[in-house]
């Protein structure tokens, strides 16, 4: 089951069953990081990880009569920003609202509160049988400190495995490396090719990870606590995510964050995405 209450009087409460949830839903780790780009070098400043935040956008497939349960208690007045509501639901329909280092928010240990950043909800009929979609855009409110990180399930990784810092046993990733050239390309009046160098030459790119909750549960843990500092992506000799070969200790790779905000997306009960844009911290070496 999964059910929501209003945390204000008259405590109204709506409740369905574990397939109204649609797998696909969304959740944004925000962090307080400001991240500045400037002549090829990325810099940081953090603000800590009690500022961070989170925000998730999921998808209800409801009955006629469950979505006119639901148009009951999304009334207009949850939209006033002192109102928020709870959610909660049973441990076996897999519903990790608050992100996969956070366990289901099941009744015995009480429900994740959060508020509308949306004024309101959309939906729309979905097929022949009646079912209507309901979309939510809502901030987690007043989340407890995460949970101890789960153990490695095991220690004995092939040592070419791939890793995020100090996560290993990761499945391999999607890579889309940029390697950006600090130059102005144009051409003249006769025809000739110019070129006018600016600064310092620039390599991203962009990790596409899928795993399992616990694996995605340390890689978020890792990741907001070395938050804007350098760590090492490791894996095989061929393994180059900026699209080129390293010649000193092949296979690994110092890098940095590019973006303060971690997306990652439930797809199914145990498989998760998740994308990544990162600098080539070894330029800061250069």
Same mark, same amino acid.
């Given at each position: 089951?999964?059910? +929501?209450?209003?945390?204000?009087?008259? #405590?109204?409460? @709506?409740?369905?069953?574990?397939?109204? !949830?649609?797998?696909? #839903?969304?959740?944004?780790?925000?962090?307080? !990081?400001?991240? %500045?780009?400037?002549?090829?070098?990325?810099?940081? +400043? &953090? $603000?800590?990880?009690?500022? %961070?935040? $989170?925000?998730?956008?999921?998808? *209800?497939?409801?009955?006629?009569?469950?979505?006119?349960?639901?148009?009951? +208690? *999304?009334?207009?007045? !949850?939209?006033?920003?002192?109102?928020?509501?709870?959610?909660? @639901?049973?441990? %076996?329909?897999?519903?990790?609202? @608050?992100?996969? &280092?956070?366990? =289901? =928010?099941?009744?015995?240990?009480?429900g994740y509160g959060m508020t509308l950043l949306d004024n309101g909800y959309s939906s729309m009929k979905l097929d022949h049988f009646g079912n209507y979609e309901c979309r939510l855009r809502v901030l987690l409110y007043g989340l407890p400190t995460p949970p101890p990180v789960p153990p490695q399930p095991n220690s004995n990784w092939p040592r070419k495995s791939f890793e995020i810092g100090s996560v290993a046993g990761l499945r391999d990733p999607k890579i889309a490396p940029k390697q950006e050239i600090a130059a102005t390309r144009g051409v003249s009046l006769g025809g000739q090719p110019t070129v006018i160098r600016r600064l310092t030459d620039e390599a991203t790119t962009t990790l596409s990870i899928s795993d399992t909750t616990q694996s995605m549960a340390r890689i978020v843990s890792y990741l907001q606590q070395v938050r804007g500092g350098t760590f090492m992506l490791r894996g095989c000799d061929n393994f180059w995510p900026f699209g080129g070969a390293r010649d000193v200790n092949p296979g690994e790779w110092p890098v940095r964050l590019l973006d303060n905000t971690i997306t990652l997306v439930h797809n199914t009960w145990d498989t998760w995405t998740m994308s990544l844009k990162l600098w080539n911290a070894e330029a800061a070496n250069d």
């Open positions: 089951m999964i059910w +929501f209450r209003r945390n204000v009087s008259p #405590y109204v409460y @709506a409740a369905f069953g574990n397939k109204a !949830l649609r797998f696909g #839903y969304s959740i944004q780790i925000r962090m307080a !990081l400001t991240i %500045d780009r400037f002549n090829g070098r990325v810099s940081s +400043f &953090d $603000r800590g990880q009690e500022y %961070d935040y $989170r925000t998730v956008e999921f998808v *209800l497939s409801l009955t006629k009569e469950e979505m006119h349960e639901m148009t009951k +208690f *999304l009334d207009f007045r !949850l939209a006033a920003v002192d109102e928020y509501f709870q959610l909660f @639901a049973s441990s %076996d329909n897999g519903f990790f609202v @608050a992100g996969p &280092d956070f366990p =289901p =928010p099941e009744s015995g240990g009480g």
